[in-house]
């Protein structure tokens, strides 16, 4: 009886191999132009016919290869990357699995010229379904010129899978933008059916190389650089008033490598939620240095995942990247100074008039906790001269909800409770992090029957609330009582509060779980502690609101992602009343 199992010809392996490494001719061009970066090129051409079914073609001005290497380099198996176990840990290149090249053959016809500088002539290598049909010499630049042409001619199940031309051209300048992305030292140029859809120049600099490959895409984004552990992180995340409806630009470079990481995606995502609205996404390009131990690039044939050594201060380190970065920006310019006053009307004269939900959050929160400096007394401001471009003309409250004010370029609008949610967050934060925030205890506690999946989010980020002044018990069944409430929330509405804590509270299993339970039920707080739309302010009132906008960080969004203040430019009232 014969036996059933067979050790496979080395061309199956082969097109199996292929099948881990090269998905689509994007994955052939992503090895190849890998495989230029390591051998030191500073220019890359990467040309596509048919979305690079018929034809790819990338040439670089690397070190080349002298005869020997230009045979061996098609064998599964051999590189030049790593010698030993040892190796495999502290990986520098982008190969190193010796795959690609016999796994691209495997599938193809492809040609392969190369020459070092030492060298009088180039080798020529034509190979057919991972077969070498032809070895030569040719005359040739230093460097190394690799053609892939006919891809899977020689499996058709994989060739019917691939989708029109202009699907995988996409997905061939989409893998050539994340690369150029990640080396701005080295010139690209990607042309596809003899258009040239990508040119960018070798630059020093990471803003350049973003404006060259992404466009408009790669302008107006907010710079932040974060270093701790021996990690570093740096690159741009849009400003809040800037987001899209997917994640498909937030993109991650590690070590040089473009990756995906969910971890990372988690840390980005989870700090811009303070800025922005649940269903939008951040704009965000992030280059981090780990050292090469310290990060496992060896998970994926293709090596488009990492695994982190320590992926809990990676996360952290990146979140608070992102979380500087948001914080210093502002969408209008809040002067110290008071709005400027009809002359007619002095604001020390309303001092008296100051409403409670406005001031006795202030009161409440001696020493200005966490670095946020209180609000001035407004009975000891007169008013101070600004310059034009500095100043805000409070011109009135509309609908008693939002607050106008004339800039020297347009007209700026204000959502007061937007605006003093984040102040009044931040203060919260502040006190929550250096000593905890004041609590009233009830005689009385008051009961609240919350629903089972409500209680139990509650009950697991007991603790932390009870660092913000929530203090709760079981009190039988789904039903909690209630011991104490922080004090700017001593007169609102226990049930309801209890219910929008419980709704925000993230799940427990996340990495920064005991961190955002703090923030979405401070920003809870924040909510309900906060002046109301609908709710009248006097002038005192509005200036101490833009006070103490100008020494809030964040302020240009509420805790929740909204925005805290719009500008009308002038240009587009005079356009839109024809005055243009």
Same mark, same amino acid.
């Given at each position: 009886m014969s036996s059933k199992i067979l050790v496979l010809p080395e061309k199956l392996v082969n097109q199996i191999a292929a099948g881990e490494v090269v998905e689509r001719p994007s994955?052939?061009?992503?090895?190849?132009?890998?495989?230029a970066l390591d051998a030191g090129s500073r220019e890359v051409r990467v040309e596509t016919q048919e979305g690079g079914r018929g034809l790819i073609r990338v040439a670089d001005d690397g070190e080349g290869m002298g005869r020997e290497d230009a045979l061996a380099c098609l064998s599964r198996y051999a590189t030049s990357k790593i010698r030993d176990l040892s190796d495999l840990h502290r990986v520098h290149t982008y190969g190193?699995?010796?795959? =690609? &090249?016999?796994?691209i053959a495997s599938v193809s016809r492809l040609g392969l010229m190369t020459k070092r500088s030492e060298d009088a002539t180039a080798t020529e290598i034509r190979a057919e379904g991972g077969k070498i049909e032809r070895v030569g010499q040719a005359g040739a630049p230093n460097g190394t010129l690799v053609e892939v042409s006919d891809l899977f001619f020689n499996t058709p199940a994989r060739l019917k899978f691939l989708k029109r031309s202009t699907v995988e051209s996409s997905h061939v300048t989409e893998v050539m933008e994340q690369i150029a992305l990640a080396r701005p030292e080295v010139g690209f140029s990607l042309v596809q059916g003899g258009r040239t859809v990508l040119e960018a120049p070798p630059t020093a600099s990471l803003a350049s190389r973003m404006t060259d490959v992404l466009g408009p895409e790669g302008s107006g984004l907010l710079p932040l650089e974060w270093e701790a552990w021996g990690i570093r992180a740096e690159g741009f995340v849009s400003p809040p008033e800037r987001t899209l409806a997917s994640s498909k630009l937030v993109q991650f470079f590690v070590n040089r490598r473009p990756v995906r990481d969910r971890t990372l995606h988690h840390a980005v995502v989870s700090a811009a939620r303070e800025f922005i609205p649940q269903d939008r996404f951040p704009v965000a390009f992030l280059y981090i240095e780990v050292p090469p131990d310290a990060v496992d690039v060896n998970v994926h044939p293709a090596k488009r995942e990492v695994r982190f050594r320590d992926a809990r201060a990676v996360h952290e380190l990146v979140r608070q990247a992102i979380l500087d970065a948001l914080r210093r920006w502002t969408p209008v310019s809040f002067p110290a100074t008071q709005a400027r006053a009809d002359p007619s009307e002095r604001p020390h004269d309303h001092a008296e008039r100051v409403q409670e939900s406005l001031e006795r959050f202030f009161r409440s929160t001696p020493g200005g906790a966490g670095g946020i400096r209180e609000a001035p007394s407004i009975s000891n401001q007169t008013p101070v001269a600004s310059t034009p471009h500095e100043a805000l003309r409070f011109l009135g409250q509309s609908h008693e909800t939002y607050l106008v004010f004339q800039a020297e370029d347009g007209i700026v609008i204000i959502d007061q409770h937007a605006a003093h949610e984040r102040i009044t967050f931040e203060r919260l934060r502040g006190q929550a992090r250096?000593?905890?925030?004041? =609590?009233?205890?009830? &005689?009385?506690?008051?009961?609240?029957?919350?629903?089972? =999946?409500?209680?139990a989010r509650l009950e697991v980020c007991r603790d932390a609330l009870a660092s913000l002044g929530l203090e709760f018990e079981p009190f039988g069944g789904n039903t909690v009582a209630v011991k104490s409430l922080p004090v700017p929330l001593t007169g609102t509405r226990v049930e309801a509060l209890l219910v929008a804590l419980a709704d925000d509270l993230p799940d427990s299993g996340e990495p920064d779980a005991l961190d955002r339970a703090l923030d979405r039920a401070l920003a809870t707080v924040a909510c309900h502690a906060s002046v109301r739309a609908g709710q009248h302010l006097e002038r005192a009132e509005v200036e101490a609101l833009l006070a103490s906008m100008d020494e809030t960080p964040g302020a240009g969004t509420c805790?929740?992602?909204?925005?805290? =203040?719009?500008?009308?430019?002038?240009?587009? &009232?005079e356009r839109m009343f024809r005055r243009t």
């Open positions: 994955s052939v061009v992503k090895e190849l132009v890998e495989n190193f699995r010796g795959e =690609a &090249l016999p796994s250096t000593g905890g925030i004041p =609590a009233q205890r009830l &005689l009385v506690p008051r009961t609240v029957d919350l629903s089972p =999946a409500r209680r805790p929740h992602g909204r925005p805290v =203040a719009i500008r009308l430019p002038l240009s587009d &009232l």
